[in-house]
């Protein structure tokens, strides 16, 4: 019998910058889409503002979404940001029909969940991972 003889490195393991970017992104594009909304019950032009934030914060969902797949893909990361990610381009999804629909008794409160459960993501810290000590 042999021995071998492995020698761990300690890693640490945080969300790449390329994904809390994007997460930031998107936290701050439903944040101006409450900001737009309200600017659609008393101006003229809200409309026009919150149709285009609705376009905008739908491609922040998909670059989240993206940037978690390259984080994983590339970095070996974990996967739940790709599941995270991909609940909030479903959540974008329903905000879309719904508004498009003209629910606002679903659409508004949807929003706000959307708003707090992004700010959660973007608080959020991996856990610091380090090998066996050598």
Known sequence: ??????????????APLFLRISIALQTGT??????????????AHGETIHSVG????YGASMLYLLAA????????????PVW????FLLLASAQVVLG???IPSIHLPLGVLMFGLSLLALARR?????????
């Open 126 to 134: 991996e856990p610091d991972r380090a090998g066996p000590a050598t």
């Open 84 to 87: 995270h990610a991909t609940g």
């Open 30 to 43: 439903i944040f101006l889409q409450a900001v737009s909304a309200g600017w659609l019950l008393t101006s």
């Open 54 to 57: 609705a376009r905008v914060m």
């Open 100 to 102: 498009i629909a003209h």
């Open 1 to 14: 019998m042999t021995a071998e003889l492995t020698t761990h490195t300690p890693r640490v393991e945080r």
């Open 69 to 80: 797949i390259l984080a994983w893909k590339a970095g070996g990361g974990s996967h739940r």
